[in-house]
């Protein structure tokens, strides 16, 4: 029971916050103190920054902002951006259903429903090029909810955001929802300076609690043993016990020479254990797009089985109408049946390969309990709600698409973060697969680690540089970059730059001052020192380098049976030269036999002194050095051959005389300061003042590289716009740059160049498709070699798109800038033979054999193109054959699978 002075101060907080409580009386659970603490501040009428792990429910804070907007008078709109188009239609249609469709709109690049109504749900791109072209639809606008906000370090999209913040009028309140991050106050600072007061509400409680474990072949372990354990991130010893033990016994430990492979367990071994335990539905996160697929068949020839009769039949009624609109040809390209089986037994993949309409359905069985163990990659955790009671990590690398790195504490976090369902389950449970190279000891720093910092992305593009021109002239935009949290933080680097150079300063004083000799000019003396050592160390450099190249020289010279001394590691000792390997290209690498009966080629790079012939052995005319029985009888001769010891070699008197070197050493000797007794203790005093000097300089230089960095990339950006015809000289928009600033791709200046210089102007509607979508298509691997290409108009179409780009690029490097990527032609031929009504069947196979694309990622690059073609068809000053062309491209691409509505 609650005291009379709790139910006090609860009466006193429904009248002073009337709308929160009508809001909370129709939820079906309590706030936690976080949500109840920022939705008071959103009633208010302040900004709030919300941080809270996965699955904490900060998403309650932005829809008490749609109910504030749909209840109180002097409310007009609100607006719910998220970073990813699914998500916007999962909000979308949790909005819709809260509140009714005629009162909810949603903006995106798929659709556009309802967009004047009072909540409309977008994406945060969306928002930005509203901003940019003033659109009247801003009118009234009094909330933002920016879900999901910590996308703003996301390298590719990020800046949306942070333009976003900047750009809103000042009487919009900003309901900032983020994953926990370790630099929240920081992020807060900033918002404060550019939004002004903004509430921060922290919480890093889980609302489920989450239970660590490791699988260790058929055995479950408890990461942590008990709580206060999990506390002080101790290690179940029992864990450490098993796992070193299986370690040892199979060769693992340093050593012990090859190992024997521990066979992990099968995945379908893994799902069913977890069914015993009670533990599903499961989300098994696996870092590969043909891992995940592969993992539903292992399970499907397993013959596992998840599902009841019942469950099977609602599944097959669910997936029959999602998939009614889809042709059975194109169905049976999709691989249709063998996916229906996977679902029809409880088993799904998810990942970006998959069709868009396919993924809604795992979501949505998997959100119904109908589909219990669901093989994903990481993109599942962007945002995406569906809640498991299990995680399983299989492996803790991942490929970043460039080399496979150990996931961060904070990708750990996020992706075990779906564990255990607000409502459902009492804990969630987060399993490891065990494997050799896996210390039990890592994944507890992993579990226990917070730390997912923050980290601006945003730069100036050339779509960003003509509408902050266009809207607010060069200062003002130069300016309003400098608000940036990418420039607050680099000053913010500054300040502590700063601190440390004044650190510095004061040591360098303090060691000058322990550096002054009584009997003469240290300064002095301590320079000739450094310059005696710094000739010193050139000459030792110079002489290694003479050495090697006698060396090298010497090599060339052997013959097979001479006997010499390799100098270093486990072959060293006498060897006889079987070949030596002279006239080749490159540094010689003999062929050798030692005394032990190693037989193989020794690199030029062992040899540090020239190589001398110290007796010869007969070699036999057909030696073969992979026998052993002739390695034995060679070695044999070779250890009875009568050798000199080794000794060192003698120096050559004169021969390396150094006259100066010589010169300043008799200075130094000469110097008063020689003399004090105290000069090596001073020496080393001014040793450590010049490093510090040196130090301190680079820290200064590294300073300036930050101090007004983004304005600087700016005005690059801006000259180069200039110099091309986007911008006047005194700073305004040409009609080229009002094109520029409709444009909005990664690849945003050369798309306008096209269009000026008239590369697309000839094409058909298809062939515009294909030559348009180099700009924007990026290969998942390097392929080595250049893809096919239609021959004519498309060809030449996308050797000009190159040829311009090559031109940019060129332009860019003078300016130290690095905007433009280069085009990829690699989605060509699939989106070619698309656009001319070829078959999804034949489409795909085509793509698969020279791209190696799957349906889901020819869909979302295909919309891609649809989009910018859209953004071609209304960019004014383009031509108008080239904005017809893109107007009938998009109705061709926009059929089948294309055509297929993204929304239930």
């Known amino acids: 029971m609650t005291s009379p002075a709790e139910r006090y101060a609860a009466a006193r907080r429904r009248a002073a916050h009337p709308r929160l409580s009508e809001f909370a009386a129709g939820l079906d659970f309590v706030l ?122 996301d390298r590719f999209r990020g800046a949306a955001w942070e333009e976003v913040i900047i750009h809103l009028p000042p009487s919009v309140a900003v309901i900032s929802l983020s994953a926990t991050v370790s630099n929240a106050e920081e992020f807060a600072e900033w918002l404060i300076t550019v939004r002004g007061h903004t509430e921060v509400i922290v919480s890093e409680e889980r609302p489920v609690p989450l239970w660590q474990h490791m699988l260790v072949g058929r055995r479950m372990f408890d990461l942590f043993h ?27 430990e340093r050593g012990r020479g090859r190992p024997r492979r521990i066979p992990g367990p099968y995945r379908s071994d893994v799902i069913e254990r977890l069914d015993r335990n009670g533990l599903l539905p499961a989300i098994v996160f696996i870092f590969s797009r043909a891992g995940c697929d ?196 680099a000053d913010r680097s500054v300040v502590g730059i700063a601190r440390q150079v004044q ?42 380098a003479d050495r090697r190249a006698e060396a090298r020289a010497s090599l060339e010279k052997l013959r097979p049976g001479d006997v010499i001394r390799v100098p ?40 540090v002194t020239p190589v001398e012939s110290l007796a010869r052995v007969k070699v036999p005319r057909h030696f073969n050095h992979r026998s052993p029985q002739a390695r034995r009888d ?29 010169r300043l050493r008799a200075q130094v000797r000469r110097h008063p300061c020689h003399g004090c007794d105290q000069r090596e203790e001073h020496a080393r005093w001014a040793e450590r003042r010049a490093r510090l000097e040196r130090d301190t300089e680079a820290l200064q230089a590294r300073a300036a590289r930050r101090t007004h960095s983004l304005a600087r990339t700016f005005d690059r950006v801006c000259a180069l716009l200039t110099d091309r015809g986007y911008l006047t000289p005194d700073g305004q928009i040409t009609d080229a740059g009002r094109m520029l600033s409709r444009v909005w791709s990664e690849a945003d200046l050369l798309v306008a160049e096209c269009l000026r210089r008239g590369v697309w102007q000839k094409l058909t509607p298809e062939q515009l498709a294909a030559a348009v979508s180099v700009v924007l298509y990026d290969s998942r691997r390097e392929s080595g070699q250049a893809p096919p290409l239609p021959t004519g108009s498309v ?62 990622d020819f869909v979302r690059w295909a919309r891609q193109v649809v989009d910018l073609l859209g953004q071609i068809a209304d960019a004014d000053g383009a031509p108008e054959a080239v904005r017809e062309g893109a107007r009938e491209a998009m109705a061709r691409i926009n059929r089948g699978i294309l055509a297929y509505p993204v929304l239930a």
Not at 586 to 601: C, H, S
Not at 799 to 805: E, G, P, S, V
Not at 823 to 838: H, I, M, S
């Open 634 to 662: 060679l070695a044999a001769s070779l250890r009875a051959v009568d050798v000199p010891p080794a000794g060192r070699r003698r120096q050559r008197r004169g021969a390396d005389r150094d006259e100066e070197l010589i």
């Open 795 to 856: 060809s030449d179409a996308v050797h000009a798109t190159i040829t311009l780009w090559a031109d940019i690029e060129a332009d860019e490097r003078a300016r130290g800038l690095a905007l433009t990527r280069e085009p990829d032609a690699g989605f060509v031929w699939p989106l070619y033979r698309w656009a001319r009504g070829g078959p999804l069947a034949r489409v795909l196979a085509a793509a698969d054999s020279d791209s190696d694309l799957p349906a889901g």
């Open 226 to 252: 008990d709580v206060d354990a999990a506390r002080t991130h101790e290690v179940n010893p029992e864990l450490l016990r098993h796992t070193r033990e299986l370690t040892r016994r199979n060769g693992f």
């Open 32 to 153: 936690d103190h976080f949500q109840r603490t920022a939705c008071e501040a959103v009633e208010q009428g302040s900004g709030v920054l919300v941080c809270a792990p996965t699955g904490a429910g900060k998403t309650v804070v932005g829809e008490f902002a749609v109910h504030l907007t749909l209840t109180e008078p002097t409310v007009r709109k609100c607006f719910y951006t998220t970073p990813i188009k699914a998500l916007s239609n999962q909000k979308y249609q949790d909005l819709v259903r809260r509140h009714g469709r005629e009162r909810v709109g949603l903006l995106t690049g798929d659709n556009s429903i309802n967009g004047d109504a009072p909540v409309v749900v977008m994406t945060t791109e969306v928002l930005r090029n509203m901003l940019y072209a003033g659109s009247p639809t801003l009118s009234g606008l009094a909330y933002v909810v920016m879900d999901e906000v910590h996308y703003l370090a």
């Open 568 to 607: 270093a590691g486990r072959r060293a000792g006498l060897a006889v030269v079987l070949d030596p390997d002279a006239g080749r290209l490159g540094d010689p690498k003999p062929l050798v036999l030692t005394e032990q009966r190693w037989a193989g080629r020794v690199p030029a790079s062992d040899f």
């Open 294 to 489: 592969a993992a539903v068949r292992q399970c499907l020839q397993a013959g596992l089985r998840l599902t009841t009769a019942a469950e099977r039949e609602k599944i097959r009624e669910l997936v029959a109408a999602r998939v009614a609109d889809i042709a059975d040809e194109d169905l049976h390209a999709l691989g249709y049946w063998e996916w229906l089986e996977g679902l029809e037994r409880g088993l799904a993949a998810h990942h970006a390969g998959a069709l868009p309409a396919f993924k809604e359905m795992v979501e949505e069985l998997f959100v119904r309990g109908l589909v219990k163990a669901v093989f994903a990659t990481e993109t599942l955790a962007l945002g995406i709600n569906m809640p498991a009671r299990t995680v399983v990590m299989e492996r803790l690398v991942k490929f970043n698409g460039e080399a496979h790195v150990d996931l961060t504490p904070g990708e750990y976090t996020q992706l075990t973060g779906r564990a255990g369902r607000r409502g459902i389950d009492v804990e969630g449970h987060a399993v490891v697969v065990w494997t050799p190279e896996v210390d039990p000891r890592h994944v507890a720093g992993l579990a226990s680690t917070r730390t997912y910092p923050l980290n601006s992305s945003f730069q100036p593009s050339y779509n960003m540089a003509v509408n902050l021109v266009a809207t607010r002239g060069i200062d003002e935009g130069r300016t309003l970059l400098e608000s940036s949290f990418a420039q607050f933080q």
């Open 503 to 544: 650190r510095n300063t004061e040591a360098i004083a303090s060691h000058a001052a322990k550096a002054v000799c009584d009997l003469g000019d240290f300064e002095e003396y301590f320079a000739l020192r450094r310059e005696v050592s710094e000739r010193e160390k050139a000459k030792a450099r110079q002489t290694a």
